[in-house]
Every structure is written in structure tokens, then in C-alpha cells.
T-cell receptor, first 111, second 117 residues
Framework: QKEVEQNSGPLSVPEGAIASLNCTYSDRGSQSFFWYRQYSGKSPELIMSIYSNGDKEDGRFTAQLNKASQYVSLLIRDSQPSDSATYLCAVNGDNTDKLIFGTGTRLQVFP | GAGVSQSPRYKVAKRGQDVALRCDPISGHVSLFWYQQALGQGPEFLTYFQNEAQLDKSGLPSDRFFAERPEGSVSTLKIQRTQQEDSAVYLC???????????????FGPGTRLLVL
């Protein structure tokens, strides 16, 4: 079992819809969780970080964390074609600074 | 301010050749990380420095891979006797320590795309 799991997609949503991206992780001691966006041929760019259970909102983005279920998600409201990219879930382990990444979910927003 | 920079952006090497990849972190960032990203995969951890100290090199795939950060700023990832399976994008990231700001975000450079023929 991979340490961080994501559905590879593609997830296709129409413009203006809500895109829901999900991630599960295996290390119960994980403390820090990140969503990065990666356009084709570019490097990962931070979208959201979340450290405690519950929701965290930033503009059109909401990250949700449930440590009991070892689950973290990213909601994108009012999806735009410019949101089309691969979304990487990353997790810090307990007492480690390195990031463990999932394989990423490819999101396609069509007009 | 300036972000993380990496050079070269692209490198083509013949199998067996040695290569050196450079990373300039964000000024003042104590922590520096190297990741390897194969096509269609997420980045995979290679090694981590805090200042000049290499605290974790558990992700280096073989003894052909070597990284250094002698003055606690610029870092070099060296791959000796390159093999075709080394072809990937090599990403460098830097961060402030969480104890300083509570923010553990790692900021990524543009990457070096290595192709071994």
C-alpha cells in the first residue's frame, strides 16, 4: 500500500462546478498536509496547507482534514479552465520534514 | 523576492557520464530538499539538508547519487555514471524550519529535466 493514495483521474468537471479531490494516507502520526498544483512541464506550486482537523478556506479553495479517517480533501468551487492541472497531495510524517507525495489527480475543467 | 532557482533546466547525458545539478534556495531558507519526479508520478524524496548538515539521505537510490551543501546555501546533486533509469525531473525545494514560523511549506524550484541516452 502506498503511503499517500490519490485517484489518478482524470476528473472532468464543467466550468463553474465544484471539483472534489481526495487523498488518504497511511501514517497515523502525520501532522502536516499540503495540496500542490502542477501544470504540465512546471514545478509544484502550493495551493493549501492544513495542520488540524476540520476545514480551511482560501478563496475558491477549501481543504478538509480528518485525521481519524486519515483523509484529506480539496474542494475547488466555481472551477475554471485555468484550474486544469494535476493536484498533488503531500504529507509530512511524524518527526520528519520530508514530504511524501501521492501520484496526483489530473483535473480537467471544460468550458 | 527571488524564488528557488535550479540549473541547468535541461540536461542530456550519455549513459555513463557524470552530471551535476545545482539548486539556489530562497535566501534565508534553512532547509533544502531534493526530489526526483518520474513522468506521471508524484515527486519522490531523495535527501534533505538543514544548513550544511545532511540530515536524511534515505531516498538516494544508489551510491551513484551524492548531494552536498557545503556553506549551507547552494546545493549540488551529483549523479555518477548515469543510467537510463536516472532520466527524470530533479526538483529542489526550500523552507524555513517550522519552529521559526509555524509554516512548513516547501517552495519548489523549476526543476532540472535530465535525459540519459
Amino acid at each position: 500500500q502506498k503511503e499517500v493514495e490519490q485517484n489518478s483521474g482524470p476528473l472532468s468537471v464543467p466550468e463553474g462546478a465544484i471539483a472534489s479531490l481526495n487523498c488518504t494516507y497511511s501514517d497515523r502520526g502525520s501532522q502536516s498536509f499540503f495540496w500542490y498544483r502542477q501544470y504540465s512541464g512546471k514545478s509544484p506550486e502550493l495551493i493549501m496547507s492544513i495542520y488540524s482537523n476540520g476545514d480551511k478556506e482560501d478563496g475558491r479553495f477549501t481543504a478538509q482534514l480528518n485525521k481519524a479517517s486519515q483523509y484529506v480533501s480539496l474542494l475547488i468551487r466555481d472551477s475554471q479552465p485555468s484550474d486544469s492541472a494535476t493536484y498533488l497531495c503531500a504529507v509530512n510524517g511524524d518527526n520528519t520534514d520530508k514530504l511524501i507525495f501521492g501520484t496526483g489527480t489530473r483535473l480537467q475543467v471544460f468550458p | 523576492g527571488a524564488g528557488v532557482s535550479q540549473s541547468p533546466r535541461y540536461k542530456v547525458a550519455k549513459r555513463g557520464q557524470d552530471v551535476a545539478l545545482r539548486c539556489d534556495p530562497i535566501s534565508g531558507h534553512v532547509s533544502l530538499f531534493w526530489y526526483q519526479q518520474a513522468l506521471g508520478q508524484g515527486p519522490e524524496f531523495l535527501t534533505y539538508f538543514q544548513n550544511e548538515a545532511q540530515l536524511d539521505k534515505s531516498g538516494l537510490p544508489s551510491d551513484r547519487f551524492f548531494a552536498e551543501r557545503p556553506e549551507g546555501s547552494v546545493s549540488t546533486l551529483k549523479i555518477q555514471r548515469t543510467q537510463q533509469e536516472d532520466s527524470a525531473v530533479y526538483l529542489c525545494a526550500s523552507s524555513l524550519p517550522a519552529t521559526a514560523t509555524g509554516d512548513e511549506t516547501q517552495y519548489f524550484g523549476p526543476g532540472t529535466r535530465l535525459l540519459v541516452l
